[in-house]
């Protein structure tokens, strides 16, 4: 037996093994992408780890049912807040007084 033969029976038992195997015949070794096309995909298991549940805000609550008077204690001390600052000066300044209007005067 030749080389060449022996050759051509392993290239024939290498096809039949990757037909037998489930794999890719690349006598070449060319590259495919067919490491690629057999990962997993990631967007399932991306979207499966946050849960798709909606959070109710207090301020829906408040809309939906304006009765009941809840009050916001963030909301609350933001606005005292804010209220302290304006006393000090520090509050946001009123329409058309910010910075650019006073950099086109100059």
Do not use: C
């Not at 290239?11 to 990962?39: D, E, H, M």
């Amino acid at each position: 037996m030749s080389t060449t033969q022996a050759t051509s029976k392993l290239a024939l038992i290498n096809k039949i093994s990757t037909a037998i195997f489930g794999n890719v015949y690349n006598p070449q070794g060319i590259r495919t992408g067919n490491k690629i096309l057999r990962q997993r995909l990631v967007g399932p298991t991306i979207n499966s780890y946050y849960p798709n549940v909606k959070q109710i805000k207090l301020r829906e609550i408040t809309k939906m049912v304006p009765e009941m008077n809840l009050i916001d204690q963030g909301e609350k001390t933001r606005l005292e807040d804010l209220a302290e600052r304006k006393k000090r000066g520090k509050g946001p300044p009123k329409k058309g007084q910010g910075r650019r209007s006073t950099l086109k005067k100059k």
